[in-house]
């Protein structure tokens, strides 16, 4: 079952910039997310790396571990903690480049496109 004591962005394993922060909760405004859904943050297997990153609103699952970051529900597997330790999640608008990104110190290699990773 998952852990349903919610811990604070102290406790969390990633942060959110102020600018994805807003990006985000505007998102969570105007797109209807259900109750009871939050951001999950994580990574899967897959990408020309090894590992690709996992964002997107979701619902609680077994294994997650749920943080409150800027007042966005966060759902991180405790499985992905050690890959994500340390990484913050940004939002870029510029005319190079639009969306979300991740700056993770335990990335060892990255993709041009940087949608995925290999750790140490």
Not at 17 to 24: D, F, L, M, N, R
Not at 32 to 51: A, E, T
Not at 73 to 90: N, S
Not at 107 to 113: I, K, L
């Amino acid at each position: 079952m998952a852990d349903t004591a919610t811990q604070t962005s102290q406790d969390a394993p990633v942060s959110i910039s102020s600018t994805a922060a807003s990006k985000i909760q505007k998102i969570m405004r105007t797109k209807k997310i259900p109750d009871g859904y939050g951001l999950r943050i994580g990574v899967k297997g897959g990408g020309c790396s090894g590992m690709s990153y996992v964002l997107g609103f979701d619902k609680e699952r077994d294994y997650d571990q749920q943080y409150e970051i800027d007042g966005i529900p966060v759902f991180i597997d405790k499985r992905h903690g050690l890959y994500l330790m340390g990484t913050t999640v940004d939002y870029h608008d510029g005319l190079n480049a639009r969306g979300f990104t991740f700056e993770n110190p335990n990335a060892t290699e990255t993709c041009g496109c940087g949608s995925s990773f290999a750790a140490r």
